[in-house]
């Protein structure tokens, strides 16, 4: 065989160190995950119990492609009534996980050679996303001196005649900072003198503890050129419900829409039964939960920074993401992984695996109860770092 089949897009792709951590750390019994954000959580049992009623009830078959009338008209009635954002069906298209929320919304508005700003740190998903529509990822740099606060003074050095967009995320992963309105209102602005979509990504809503949480949608003139990424995933600690919502004006939702009929047809039906029940009925089973969540993140923070060498903003802005700051150690991010994982059978992910600005830090997901989240600090701890 003479040729590669895999597409060259594919072949410039590289892979995470999340992925080496991972295959490192099999077979190693007394491992602490901290490396995965996916919750420890069982969806509440009332979540599951609605899907479940109804699939029994017939709801077993494709849905609309833009997802059940009623499921949408949730997704309507939670941001009116939790944030007092005015949107209506037209503007909401339900779709398979937050992930193809960000995958199609890309796909449907970006042109090859197309520049999207991307916070630097965040999700790494992102630049792949920007990549797959043809589009050229461009890192916008954020620090830890500035608490990773996203700044649009910033974004704009890197505004080019190609910009079509931009990407934020708040509360951020993996650096858990929170955008403040007047953070969102400078966005709005930046967008608006550049004729910018926005791309924001909403996935962490319930976890904002600095500030309470903004939507960009909340900016006034901004729904006309913001895409809302969301989904089920961690707000109702739901991530294999692979379940999400888009909100955009409607000739986008419109675009997305008639591609997605194209890609997987329509959301998965039960999962969007269980969207139903969580975003209509669904807040009181999450209230213990998310109590835990907070407490695991301030305790965990406070104990990472008595661990000599080690640094976290405490109390922590928000997400379940601790991003600790290794420089100190001497160590590169992805030593001091690969010590942790070896010595103390913790795996963590290495920061610059969420954009180079992450070099010289380390993940740790509070994805685990606080216990383990104190053994692994004790862990830490007795290296000699
Ligand atoms: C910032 C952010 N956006 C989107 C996602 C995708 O979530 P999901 O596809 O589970 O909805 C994640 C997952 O970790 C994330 O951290």
Request: include cysteine.
């Amino acid at each position: 065989m003479a040729k590669s089949f895999i597409a060259r897009r594919h072949l410039h792709f590289q892979g995470s160190l999340m992925e080496e951590v991972a295959e490192l750390s099999k077979g190693m019994d007394d491992l602490i995950d901290l490396s995965i954000g996916d919750p420890d959580f069982t969806t509440p049992a009332p979540i599951l119990e609605a899907g479940y009623r109804d699939a029994l009830a017939g709801y077993t078959h494709y849905s609309p492609g833009k997802g059940y009338p009623d499921v949408i008209g949730a997704v309507v009635g939670t941001y009116k009534n939790d944030l007092g954002i005015a949107i209506g069906p037209e503007n909401v298209i339900i779709v398979a996980s937050g992930d193809y929320a960000s995958f199609m919304a890309g796909f449907a508005t970006i042109d090859p050679g197309d520049e999207v700003l991307i916070p630097d740190p965040s999700f790494m998903c992102y630049r792949y996303h920007v990549s797959y529509a043809g589009g050229v990822p461009v890192m916008v740099p954020t620090s830890a001196a500035d608490g990773w606060r996203f700044s649009a003074k910033e974004a704009e050095k890197y505004v080019t005649p190609k910009t079509k967009g931009l990407y934020i995320c708040t509360p951020n992963n993996p650096t858990g900072a929170c955008m403040h309105p007047e953070d969102m209102q400078a966005v709005y602005e930046l967008a608006e003198k550049y004729d910018l979509l926005i791309y924001s990504d909403e996935i962490y809503t319930a976890f904002s503890y600095e500030v309470p949480f903004c939507s960009m949608l909340s900016i006034p003139g901004a729904a006309k050129r913001t895409v809302v990424i969301n989904s089920l995933s961690k707000n109702y600690v739901a991530t294999g419900a692979r379940l999400g919502w888009i909100i955009a004006p409607p000739d986008i939702i419109g675009a997305i829409a008639q591609e997605g009929l194209n890609m997987v047809y329509s959301a998965p039906s039960i999962s969007q039964r269980m969207a139903k029940f969580a975003l209509t009925q669904g807040k009181p089973f999450m209230e213990p939960i998310m109590a835990e969540f907070k407490e695991r993140m301030f305790k965990t923070a406070e104990r990472i920074n008595r661990i000599p060498h080690l640094h976290v903003p405490s109390p922590p802005p928000g997400t379940f993401y601790l991003f600790v700051d290794v420089r100190e150690t001497g160590l590169s991010d992805y030593e001091f992984v690969l010590k942790t994982l070896k010595e103390a059978h913790v795996a963590l992910v290495p920061g610059s695996d969420f954009g180079a600005c992450g070099t010289g830090f380390v993940r740790i997901c509070a994805t685990v109860s606080l216990p383990k989240l104190m053994e692994a600090c004790n862990r830490i701890e007795s290296m000699k770092l």
